[in-house]
């Protein structure tokens, strides 16, 4: 799926029927989709243009209001779903695969001013309050345990928690360079 529309159609599927009407993430991942579209670089440029301002717009009230970030920078895979509203930071440029998931509290970034960006692979779970930093990779089907403070790799299907991360079960984490 290339298109922003394309995976929203795919984000859409993993919210209840009504999400729309209560759910802030499902707005703010609707957000960052418009705006991430305003950004491709295809035929609709001066449409694209001229609803840019609109989508930023909506950007600062889910920073404001409903305290989710996703900056449209992000390249975030089909399928991605938001629990809960409240302090949910996402870092510009970071990448994140196709079905994954996120709790309240959530920050993914980088670990200092001009860093490498984490990168998510498909099917990730991260719980409340969990803390992504720096040039790490967390692999398929990972899930980071509430509270987690993640700064080395985590291998596919392993499950972290603790602070800093220590692998609760499955392999062992990868020393970061």
């Not at 909506?58 to 089909?78: Q, R, Y």
């Not at 510009?92 to 960006?117: D, F, K, M, P, S």
């Not at 967390?138 to 603790?162: F, H, L, Q, R, S």
């Amino acid at each position: 799926m290339s298109t922003s529309w394309e995976r929203w159609k795919a984000d859409r599927a993993v919210y209840p029927p009504r999400a729309w009407l209560s759910e802030p993430g499902y707005w703010a991942v609707w957000v960052y989709r418009f705006g991430a579209w305003t950004l491709e670089p295809d035929g609709a440029r001066v449409a694209k243009r001229l609803l840019w301002p609109a989508a930023f717009a909506l950007h600062v009230f889910m920073k404001a209001f409903v305290s989710i970030e996703i900056p449209f920078t992000c390249d975030i895979g089909p399928g991605f779903r938001v629990f809960h509203q409240g302090t949910i930071v996402l870092g510009g440029g970071i990448r994140i695969g196709a079905r994954c998931r996120l709790r309240q509290g959530v920050t993914i970034g980088v670990a200092e001013r001009g860093g490498a960006v984490p990168v998510l692979g498909d099917d990730v779970f991260l719980g409340v309050n969990a803390v992504v930093l720096g040039p790490v990779t967390i692999g398929d089907g990972a899930t980071v345990a509430a509270g987690a403070v993640v700064m080395k790799d985590v291998e596919p299907g392993t499950v972290v928690g603790g602070v800093p991360a220590k692998v609760i079960r499955g392999r062992s984490m990868a020393a970061s360079g």
